[in-house]
């Protein structure tokens, strides 16, 4: 591979989000589930058939996969490794400044900031503590890369969680960039089996859209196993500034 071969394929995907329906589309798509044109094209505020030819573009990059069934046409991200291209992207674009929001409005947005998912895993403010205390207690290492020590594969044995060699292209463990902490949360294989493992428990719950929330029984385990305070685990109570109600 040689850098002039290689710069127009790299042109080409970056291109797929060049676009702010798209990129719009990828973000919703960020939920894991498969979506169909007309669900897409009303998140995004455009007319189907507009909808219908971003996504043809985005299935042809290799970006999303689609899914036919009757007549409907569902897509979703091609795989973990677009996933993380996605965040990774939001996580380095420049916050916008936001206008007066309603409370309604500011409260699904705190939601979303607190604890939501990104494809498979925990992202938001409760990713990014999870990884942290993963770390301070000692369960995972950062010296050398994020790498999980004796006492996690022991912890992780006890929640049930099993630890398997990788399979494929996806490793073990790795750091995502949050795009609304600015700092990583835990994303690779681990990172998916914690969050099934945490619904399973129900120690967490569907919210709103991509929204987590983490129940009255998760607040206390992750007290009692990770040290966890609940005003970690509890979306703030934000002010609108004076915005509508």
């Known amino acids: 591979m040689t850098a002039a071969a290689d710069g127009p ?19 919703a798509l960020l939920d ?26 985005l299935v042809r990059g290799g970006v999303l996969v689609e899914q036919r069934q009757g007549r409907h046409r569902y897509v979703r991200l091609a795989g973990p490794a677009v996933a993380q291209l996605v965040e990774d992207l939001a996580g380095h674009a420049p916050p916008a400044p936001r206008p007066a929001r309603s409370l309604r409005a500011a409260t699904a947005d705190a939601a979303l900031a607190h604890a939501r998912t990104c494809y498979d895993h ?32 022991n912890w992780l ?22 795009w609304t902490e600015r700092r990583p949360h835990l994303a690779g294989a681990l990172g998916a089996a ?9 120690w967490t719950a569907p919210g709103s859209g991509r929204s ?9 385990a992750l007290a009692d196993t990770l040290g966890l305070s609940p005003a970690e685990l509890t979306p703030p109570v934000r002010d609108t500034g004076g915005g509508r109600a």
């Open 32 to 57: 894991g589930r498969a979506w169909t044109a007309g669900e897409l094209a009303q998140a995004a505020g455009v007319a189907p058939s507009t909808a219908s030819d971003h996504l043809t573009r």
């Open 122 to 153: 925990l992202a938001g403010r409760l990713g990014v503590r999870l990884r942290d205390a993963l770390l301070a207690r000692g369960l995972l290492d950062a010296t050398h890369g994020l790498t999980l020590t004796p006492d996690g594969r």
């Open 212 to 220: 987590v929330r983490v129940t009255p029984a998760g607040v206390a």
């Open 157 to 178: 044995t006890d929640l049930g969680v099993p630890v398997n060699p990788p399979t494929g292209r996806r490793p073990l463990l790795r750091d995502c960039l949050d």
């Open 194 to 202: 914690l969050c099934r493992r945490f619904a399973e428990l129900g």
């Open 9 to 27: 394929r790299l042109a080409d995907l970056a291109a797929l989000f060049a676009d702010a329906t798209r990129a719009t589309f990828c973000l």
